[in-house]
């Protein structure tokens, strides 16, 4: 090795402090996924989703009677989120549509692996 040459950053060993913090971050992103996903209904939200755009009532009606204002509350979530699509339709009457978005639809495929992991493990208990 040339002594003139400073190794590249990536080579050098990094702190713990640095290895801590860099786990700190993960874990906070994680923390707050959960934090969103572990909400009740919002499973369930996102599978029936999923499946295809549905408004209001019909989702309600795919959760199995959800109250109406949870169901509200969570939908205005994952639309913060960015998980859902909510589209008003400019009709007589009007009505509102919600679907996946990109993100929504790419967490559906997480939300499926943690189905079949569940499927295979829970029975075993």
């Known amino acids: 090795m040339d002594a003139g040459i400073p190794a590249s950053p990536s080579a050098l060993p990094r702190s713990r402090a640095l290895r801590r913090a860099e786990a700190q ?10 934090n969103v996903i572990g909400q009740k209904w ?24 959800a109250n109406s204002a949870t ?17 008003a339709i400019s009709e007589v009457p009007p009505w509102v549509e919600y679907s996946l978005t990109s993100k929504g639809s790419d ?7 943690i189905d079949r992991w569940a499927e295979r493990w829970a029975a075993q208990q």
């Open 25 to 34: 971050r993960a874990e906070c992103a994680a923390t707050a996924a959960l």
């Open 107 to 113: 967490l559906r495929s997480v939300i499926g692996g």
């Open 71 to 87: 169901l509200s509350q969570r939908l205005k979530l994952l639309e913060d989120e960015g998980i859902v699509e909510r589209r």
């Open 42 to 65: 919002v499973l369930r939200i996102i599978r029936s989703l999923g499946e295809r755009t549905q408004r209001f009532c019909e989702l309600q009606d795919a959760l199995g009677g």
